[in-house]
Structure formats: C-alpha cells, structure tokens
C-alpha cells in the first residue's frame, strides 16, 4: 500500500488547519453559508436533509485494518454507530455536527486519509477493480498509475476550478469491474507496441439525466505520457466545456456536442505541446511508487487446499459462500473473498462500528491486512489463502457478514435516496430493501446466477440505474414516489445504457415486477445464458410484457 | 397555510419557526402562518444566518405538510423511515 511522504502529510495537516479555521468562522456567523458551501464541498461536506454529511475518500479503494479502525471510531463518537460505502468506493456518514468536522479529519490525517475532493468541480476520487494486484486475468495492477493519478490531481491548481465534477477510473484487464465507460476518462492498461505499458483510453461517459457511454479516443498513450494526455482532455475541456448550464457541463455533453473526431483533434493540438514538457513520468518515480504495490509475501501453496475443500463437503452454507463470494486469485492457494454489504432487508452499503471493527480484525489476520471498497458498495479482503476462508467465513458469519450474494440479485446498488439526499424525488432504500426480502431465497438466487440491479432515488443516478441490467429509477409524480424501469444495462467491457421499458409504477409494484422480469428470464433463457446474455439476444420487449402483465390500464 | 424551516447551522439538524420565532425540532411546535405572515418571518430568520441554515416555507395543513412536497417535508420531520440511524441515536 502508498505510504505518505512528507509532502502528503503536510498537505493533509495544512488542509486540516485551514478549513478549522473556516468551519469556526462559519460557526461564528462570520461566514454566511453561500460563502462556506464551496469551502465546505471542497472538503468532502454536505448539507442534506438532516444533518451534514461527510464523504471520506478511500483512494482507489485500497485501505488496511488501522485506517478501517479509524473509520468505526468516527462513526461511534461522531456519527450514529455506522457508516455507508459507496458506488465510488468512499464511505459517507450521515450525521456528523458542523463543529465536529475539524476532530474528525484531524482524526482520519492520522491514519493517512481525508476528504478533500470527494466533492466540488474537481477531479475525484480514482476508482479501478477491487480485485487489482489480485485477479488472474490482470496484465498490470492498476492502483500505482491511480496512485500517480492522485498525486497529480490532488489540488491541481488548473483543476480546482473545472466546469464541473470529473471522474477518473483505470483498469489493468480486458475484463471492467471498475465501470471505466461510465466515466469522464476511463483507462485500460494494455501492452504497448514496445511491450511497455500503455493505456486505451475512453473519454465522454457518464451517467444523470444525459447518460453516455465513453468513447475510445485513443488506443495506446504511453505511459510516461499518461499526465500529458490526461492534462490535454482536461485543458480540452476546460476551455471549451460549457459553465452557463450545470446540466450540461460535463465532458460527456462536449464529447456528444462537438463528437469524438473533433474533441480528440482538440486533445491532440494540446497533447503534441503537453508530452514534450515536464508532465512525462519519470520511470525512477513511477518504479518508486510501484514499489509501494509490490505483492505481498505470498506463501508458495498448492492449488488445491484440503481445509477449504473439506469444508466445501461438511457444509452447505459455507459452499454456497465459496460459490458466490469467493474469486480466482493469480497467487495459488489464495482467493479473494468478497464481504457483502447487502444482507436481507438490510441498506446496501451499510456497515455498523462493530462490523467495521470486525473486518478490520479479519483483515489483519487473513488478508496481508489490506481491504478494499468495491464499485458495488461491498467489501473486498483481496489475499486470503484457500486454507483460511473456511475460518474467515465463520468469523463473518458472527458478525452478520456473511451473506452469499454477491453479484446476485439480492447484491443491489442503491444511493441513499429521499431518506437521506437533498436532491432525491422517492426512497431508493425502503424499494432496495423490499427487492432483497422478496428475493430473499438463497436457491432462487442461485437458480438467477448474476443479475445486477440498480436503485437511484432521483436522475442524478448515484445508484447507476442507467446500466444496472434492471434500473430502478424513483420519479416524483404530483408528490408520489414512482419508479421508472430500465432493463439491459451494463457497466463492464460490454457497456450499455438501458431501455426504459414504459411508464413508471407506483412504490408497491416495483418489487413484484421486478420478479416477474426475473421469472420471465427464467423462461425463455438458454442453457449458460445470464439474465444480460438474453436480454441482449432478445431485447426488451418480453421483460416489458412481463413488468405490465398485471397492471391495470389505469396504473400503467 | 404556511411554516418556516431550515436547517441548523450547528449541526445540520431539521428545525422550524416556533413561538417568538425560535427555532424548534418538532414540526408540531412549528408556528403556523398566513401566507403574509410566513413572509415576514421568513425574512426574519434570514436574518440570522447563526442558527437558520437555508430557511424556506413550506405548504401546510394544520401541521401536516401538504405540498407538492410533502413526503420529503414529512422526511425532514420524522427522519430516515429506514436503516441504521433508527438503531441508535447519537450518545
């Protein structure tokens, strides 16, 4: 894992210092809060129905067991007992007072964290693939380019002040786990033609009311050229991407205006300036920060582990477990093992103190203590030799996090919603909640195999509804909660926006309708197709007959 | 008929005009106004930015919200319906 340098610290302290000082003034009345709100969102805070919430940045993901202690300790003295992991791997707390903020982020600068530009018109927090520097199918762990990635953007001066918010994701397969064409840029570690590494690159996706899937804009930038390349679509945008209109600042919106060929002339008038000045990457620092994602000392094991595979035999939950929530690691002998956020009825992405403590724990003891927060608002203990899950998965067992879902039904992606958000139109949770009762059924669930569905409480589609294989989006009809459904969205290497299939139904009968898209699936499949494998061989139109089958002319 | 809300400069929280124009956290001792009055007090506790955060009307009946947003309004009086926040309250 990064370690901080000197410059890191100091950089977070100063942060620190600088917006106590502006919280107390603030808190004084000396500020008014059209004066603090830039201020307060360029450290992570928000003003939301109830309270201030709080979004912690957990940069690419990757944290270990102190800074997850820390986490339960905010949320115990500061917030209500929990804590929410998010679609960009950071977590949010709800509940945190104005006055409280200043302990809070001089208690997170102590274990190597913030918040600064989890919100703002910024470049965020980078995401990749929760498996990176553990799957099999990897040609190079992401998370150090993510890291230089962060080095460079953090408080970028040119980029502080962007047209609007702009999104980052890498990735070091063929296979997406990280969305990247969801993103503002999404990058995709390939070979170069020296063999070097080198990124493909997408520009222009993005979700809210105007969804777009990114566009390749190019194939192979050189590494040592990556800042270059970057630094030009943002100067691109930056210069020509719209500030009259919030709704359609984002690059996604240039890219679509203007279309790819021309926005990537643009990008290459600034790119043949930018790569011969000092923005490439000298090959002794990015050696320097690689070295920081050095694997850890893996043990030389056999591939196949007698105590997991007992275990397998003596014990049907834990088979189930190790079906669903246990994935291929390129070390043999070791898994990486998924920890799901979404129990039965439970609020996705939810995570109590005591949880967070436990998995800390765990980590420590199984995982080389290293976590991950995962794109779909669950948890990741990357390295766990085979040997151990059996033990590793009793343990979460005790401490209710052992559900065995994990991209199944039940795993489903939900923002916070009317419950919580100041922006949202309907609850995503109590509709998520319902969904999870409903399907609750472990052999069902396994009978459906993967099938990823999405809630989002309002268009802003922080629950990614846009490419969840069914959407769930909640609309505001005459002040009742409606909900709009998509279906044959996806947000891997296959990236697609989903069809909304027709009108929005009322609360109640999401649920239903949704098992009724699943039994239809279920009908009419092939032998090995998932539910997006016959979605996309025979369209829509089977699950709309299905959603509006029961429906009264008068509710449809 | 009208009241006024906003949200609590200290700690985000959820409060109302009440008597005397003080601000209160239950809808129920919220001051319910004429259209006119709703104004004047509106302007009221704009002007102090040290305890009313954002302050706005909102359409009631008797001390039911009954505008367009109502179910967010109701959100606002009684708290999340779901998850974690209702397991604990704050020590």
Redesign the interface.
């Known amino acids: 894992m990064y370690r901080y340098d000197e410059f890191d610290h100091a950089l977070v302290r100063e942060r620190v210092e600088e917006f106590s000082d502006q919280v107390a003034r ?4 000396a500020l ?2 059209d004066e603090f709100k830039p201020l307060r969102l360029m450290n992570g805070v928000y ?6 919430m709080l979004r912690v940045a957990i940069p690419y993901g990757t944290f270990n067991s102190r800074q997850m202690r820390r986490l339960a300790h905010i949320a ?2 500061y ?4 804590g929410h992991f998010t679609t960009r791997t950071n977590i949010q707390y ?2 945190p ?3 409280d903020l200043p302990s809070i982020l001089s208690d997170l600068a102590e274990v190597e964290m913030h918040a600064i530009q989890t919100s703002g018109n910024c470049i965020r927090n980078t995401t990749t693939d929760v498996f990176a520097g553990a799957a099999d199918d990897e040609i190079e762990d992401p998370r150090p380019w993510c890291e230089i990635i962060r080095q460079w953007s953090t408080i970028h001066p040119e980029f502080s002040f962007l047209p609007r918010k702009f999104k980052i994701a890498v990735i070091g397969a063929e296979k997406d786990r990280a969305a990247i064409r969801t993103h503002d840029v999404g990058l995709q570690i390939v070979r170069g033609a020296d063999g070097g590494t080198a990124f493909r690159v997408f520009v222009g996706g993005g979700q809210g009311r105007l969804p777009h899937i990114g566009q390749e804009i190019a194939s192979r930038v050189p590494a040592a050229d990556l800042l270059a390349y970057l630094t030009a679509i943002l100067r691109a945008w930056n210069l020509l991407g719209r500030r009259d209109n919030i709704h359609k600042a984002r690059i996604k919106i240039l890219v679509a205006s203007v279309g790819l060929e021309a926005f990537r002339e643009e990008v290459d008038k600034h790119y043949a300036t930018l790569r011969h000045e000092d923005l490439r990457i000298p090959e002794d620092e990015a050696a320097r920060i690689q070295a920081y994602f050095a694997p850890p000392p893996f043990e030389a094991l056999p591939k196949a582990s007698a105590p997991f595979d007992r275990a397998l035999l003596a014990d049907p939950d834990f088979a189930r477990f190790a079906r669903n929530n246990v994935r291929r690691h390129r070390q043999s002998g070791y898994a990486s093992v998924v920890v799901s956020l979404k129990p039965v009825g439970g ?1 996705p992405g ?1 995570i ?1 103190a005591d949880q967070m403590d436990a998995v800390a724990d765990l980590a420590e003891r199984y995982s080389f203590d290293e976590l991950r927060a995962a794109y779909e608002q669950n948890l990741v203990l990357p390295h766990v030799k085979l040997d151990e899950v059996p033990a590793l998965w009793r343990a979460l067992h005790e401490v209710g996090l052992a559900t065995a879902n994990a991209d199944l039904a039940t795993d489903v992606i939900a923002c916070p919603g ?3 958000c100041s922006l ?1 139109n309907a ?1 995503s ?2 509709v998520a ?1 319902a969904l999870s009762k409903r399907l609750a059924d472990m052999d069902y669930q396994e009978k459906l195999g993967p099938v990823r569905i999405n809630m989002s409480g309002c268009i802003n589609a922080c629950g990614h509804h846009h490419v969840g294989h069914i959407g769930v989006l909640g609309v ?1 009809r ?4 409606y909900y709009q459904i998509t279906v044959g969205g996806s947000p891997d290497e296959q990236a697609a926006l989903g069809d909304i299939v027709g009108k929005s139904l009322p609360a109640d009968e999401v649920v239903p309708a949704i098992q009724r898209t699943l039994d239809r699936y279920l009908e009419i499949r092939t032998d090995g197709e998932r539910f997006i494998d016959t979605v996309r061989r025979v369209g829509p139109d089977p699950f709309r007959d299905a959603i509006y089958e029961t429906l009264d002319a008068a509710n449809a | 008929m009208k009241i006024v809300t906003a949200n609590r400069l200290s700690d985000g929280r959820v409060i109302y005009a009440g008597a005397d124009n003080q601000p209160v956290e239950q809808l129920a001792q919220a001051s319910v106004l004429d259209e006119a009055t709703a104004e004047v007090v509106l302007a009221e506790v704009a002007a102090r930015p040290d305890v009313f955060v954002n302050p706005y009307l909102v359409e009631v009946q008797d001390h039911t919200p009954s505008g367009r947003d109502r179910l967010k309004e109701r959100i606002r009086a009684t708290g999340p319906t779901v998850g974690n926040s209702l397991v604990r309250e704050p020590a």
Do not use: C, F, M
């Open positions: 603030r808190a004084s009345g008014t809060e003003l939301q129905l109830h309270a201030y115990r003295t917030d209500k007992g929990y709800n509940w007072a104005l006055t609020v939810d109590t009317l419950d919580y949202a609850r949770i109590p909640q505001d005459k002040g009742e909660e």
